[in-house]
């Protein structure tokens, strides 16, 4: 028999839909990736999405300040505890909301506490030509399903520079949070590429280890949200290059000691001394293993084919979170079409006879 439900993902989206359609007894599975996959580590596309590489989550609803520690020991079971760190190792609390991968393990337990099945494997192709629609798993099985949520989340961007390429893992990252503790960018000037919140955030969580932190700016403004954006300028840690992008990452046999600025305005090159690079540009939805059966959107995101619904071009397909959104990009909004995808599946199932 087929499944009624497949869920790919595992982040607010895919939590969120396998919540609801457990809970609407559609017995839903979701393929949560590979933990020990090269290629996962490196992209962050690992169990519990970007949001497990993530430091405070501060606007997600529900969790103004207090002892989320003391929670999460009732809440989770302990075979549900498989990030990086838990309650027991004195990690600082957060002043505001909840840590992001604490966030993710409740809402993992929280399906699961209502019956979702969960596997750690990658879905690296479909047919979704005919029904059920066949999913092909990285240790070569298969599975069939009626209905499938696609919510796989998107990946950080990196500049493509040959010399990026590699110092990657050598002093070049896309995750502050996972790789800023380590020993080699302590007390060392680092640089961060980018404008956004994600480069404001990241740069002011840097300030912690290095003794100074570049912002490398391509335009002579943030694109930050205000809040986000002030708070990286009033650190006196802080330094902006505007109008400057990387032009080389530069290195000895064993990892990164400067970068290589060209400006954008005609002024002059200069050259920074750093032990880090830390790309935050942006980044690309996970949709590879689609293979083209979806419609996308010139940015390579799935395209909702019925204005606030979480149809696909594919029939019996729904999509949900940042995979399908290059706008909002929120947990919150994540989670909301996450439980629009699952309705939405839970609706043509019934439709089409099978529950
Ligand atoms: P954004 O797309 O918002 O910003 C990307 C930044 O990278 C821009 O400043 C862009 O420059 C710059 N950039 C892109 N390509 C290059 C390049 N090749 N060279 C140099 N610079 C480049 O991405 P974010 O990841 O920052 O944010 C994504 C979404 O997630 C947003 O909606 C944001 O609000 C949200 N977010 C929210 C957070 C929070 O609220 N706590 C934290 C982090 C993210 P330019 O401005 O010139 O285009």
Not at 70 to 95: C, G, H, I, R, S
Not at 193 to 217: N, R
């Amino acid at each position: 028999m087929p499944e009624n439900v497949v869920i790919i993902g595992s982040g607010p989206a895919a939590w969120t839909a396998a919540i609801y359609a457990a809970r609407a007894q559609l017995n839903p599975l979701v393929f949560q990736g590979n933990p020990f996959d090269d290629k996962n580590k490196q992209n962050g596309t690992l169990p519990l999405g970007q949001l497990a590489l993530t430091t405070e989550v501060e606007n997600f609803p529900s969790w103004p300040a207090g002892d989320t520690r003391a929670y999460l020991q009732t809440a989770l079971k302990p075979d549900d505890v498989d990030f990086p760190y838990w309650v027991a190792d004195n990690k600082e609390q957060p002043t505001e909301g909840i840590n992001g991968p604490e966030l993710m393990a409740l809402m993992r337990q929280q399906a699961k506490n209502f019956g979702t099945r969960v596997e750690s494997k990658d879905v690296v192709k479909v047919d979704l030509s005919k029904q059920p629609f066949t999913l092909h798993l990285h240790d070569g099985t298969s599975v069939e399903t009626r209905t499938l949520i696609v919510s796989t989340g998107a990946r950080a961007n990196y500049l493509g520079l040959p010399s990026e390429d590699k110092y990657k893992n050598r002093g070049v990252s896309a995750c502050a949070v996972c790789d800023g503790f380590l020993p080699i960018f302590r007390n060392k000037p680092l640089v961060v590429v980018g404008a956004g919140d994600s480069a404001c955030e990241e740069a002011t969580y840097l300030t912690k280890f290095a003794s100074k932190v570049y912002m490398v700016v391509r335009r002579d403004k943030m694109r930050a949200s205000k809040i986000m954006a002030d708070r990286a300028l009033k650190n006196p840690k802080i330094e902006v290059k505007w109008n400057t992008v990387v032009e080389e990452v530069l290195g000895n046999e064993k990892h990164v000691t400067g970068v290589r600025l060209a400006s954008t305005t005609g002024g002059p090159g200069e050259t920074l001394d750093a032990a880090g690079m830390f790309c935050a540009i942006g980044h690309t939805p996970n949709v590879g293993f689609l293979d083209g059966q979806l419609k996308l959107n010139e940015g390579g995101y799935v395209v909702w084919t019925t204005v606030a619904r979480s149809y696909t071009s594919a029939d019996g397909v729904f999509a949900a979170g940042d995979v399908a959104d290059d706008y909002y990009r929120q947990a919150v909004s994540a989670a909301g079409t996450g439980c629009m995808a699952a309705l939405d599946a839970e609706r043509w199932l019934g439709h089409h006879g099978h529950v």
